[in-house]
Structure formats: C-alpha cells, structure tokens
C-alpha cells in the first residue's frame, strides 16, 4: 500500500509570485496543445500558425471559463445559489471536464466563423492535441489529493492512503462498520486505502486516448471521425474509471451504481457513435487525395 505523499501544493515560489500545481499543469497543458496543433498545421494546407495561436487561445478561454462554469453548475449548484461569488473561488479548485467540452465547443464555433472553415474541421484539427491536457489535468488531481478513488479491499499494491480523506474515511467507517478491518492510523488519521483513480484516468483518457486519436488523424479520415473517436475513447474511458472513483458527496448513486459523471458522460459516447456513423457516410474529407 501507498501514502499519498501530500505535495506542497505550490509548485513554484518567486518572492511574492506563486504558481500552485494545478495552474501549472494547466500551462503545461496549454503548451502542449499549442506544439502539437502547431505541429499539425505544418502538415496540413489551410492551415497557419497565427491560426494556431487565436485556436489554442480560445480553446484556453473555453476550458477555463466553461470547466469552472460547469463544475459550479453540475457539482456545486446549492453552494453557487447560497453563495452566488463562489463562482469565481477558482483557488479553492473545482473544474468539470463537460463543461470545458462545452466551452471548447463553443470557443471552436467562434473561430470557424471567423476564418470561415466547417465546424467539424476545427474540431478534427484540433482534438488529438486535448488528451495531452486531460493527462496533466489528471496528475494536478493526483499531486493535489482531491478526487481520490473508492474504497477497495483487493490487496493490490497500487492502493493508496489519502490523508486529504482522513475526514470522509472517519464518517465512512462509522456508517460502515464492516469497512474497519481495512482501517489503518496514519498520523493520527483513520484511513482507508483507495483506488488511485486520478492516476488511472491520466492513462486511460489521457496517454491512452491521445496514443488512438493522434495515429487515427494520422491519415485522411473522414470529415467528424476524428472528433468522433475523441469522443468515444474520453467517454468509455470515463465511463469505466468512473466504477473507480469516489462518487461526489452529497450525490448518491443513480439506479445504485451509476455516479454523476457517467451520467453526463453517457451522451458523449452516444453521439460518438452517431457521428463515425455520419462521417462514413458522407465520405468528406479536408485533406489528403479524396479531399475536395
């Protein structure tokens, strides 16, 4: 079994300047995007690296304002209404990957009108350059402790002690009697090992999904395909993870045993499908010798 190590949650101190974990992996993140989507535009016409700049740029606006719009809306809506300033409390954490698709999405149509490309050829460009960005996203969980894993009592090694979970773990074991066997004291806290998810899903929907996308965007595909697999690996791959990480408190169990974040997942995998369908259909493509 693993302790978690409890990182400094600043990554970088310069006098009165502080730079916390998990705003750098965001720039980590945004820089991967932007040597990736530049990297792409030097293999495909159309393309320019001033483009590149005002995409990343506003797919930067997009996840910052839709993920934090988004957790708030989805996760914390009673603490929003309570508190409506909670909002913009973005150094107490809390980010919704949906939201952020939606801000991406929304920031995406924004820039197709203005340089007068097809939606969806946007889309295609630029999302094999995202599964980078969830996989430091997920590290920053991990560093910083928060959305840990459920309890497990498998024995394996890779089971880890969150003391950030001393407070849930104390409550858990006393509504959950028969979980104290798998209790452990840790500097004074009750713990109990758990999956670390966070790690989990930086493989699956990060290195995993951005191995499968970039290689299926390596050749001409179908115009939609690309966003199509994107959306299909991040939402099976969240789907089954989910099975892994703690339910968010205060919301209990869909059908007692689907979490919140299947749920809003579940449409992702559908309409996934439903657009490889479509591009296959349509036989469109922006580029290679079937390009129009």
Known sequence: MMIHPQFD??????GPLQVHWYGFMYL???????????YR?????GWTTDMVSDLVFFGALGVILGGRIGYVLLYQFGEFL?????????????????????GVALAMIYFARKYKKPIFSVLDFIVPCVPTGLLFGRIGNYINGELWGRVSDGGYNWLTYFP?????????ITTNPALQ?????????YLLPRHPSQLYEAFAEGLLTFIIVWWFSSKPRPRMAVSALFMLCYGISRFTIEFFRQPDEGYSLIFGWMSKGQLYTLPMIIFGLVL?????????YDWGKYAA
């Open 41 to 45: 535009s030097t293999k495909r016409e």
């Open 276 to 284: 490889m369908v479509l591009a296959y259909r349509r036989q469109q």
């Open 28 to 38: 980590l993140a945004f820089a991967a995007a932007y040597g990736l989507a530049w």
């Open 9 to 14: 949650p600043v990554a970088l101190s310069v």
């Open 181 to 189: 066997p798998l209790m452990t004291q840790i500097e004074g806290n």
């Open 82 to 102: 309570a508190n409506p300033t909670y909002l913009f409390k973005v150094w107490e954490g809390g980010m919704s990957f949906h939201g952020g698709f939606v």
């Open 164 to 172: 950030q979970a001393a407070k849930f773990d104390s409550a858990l």
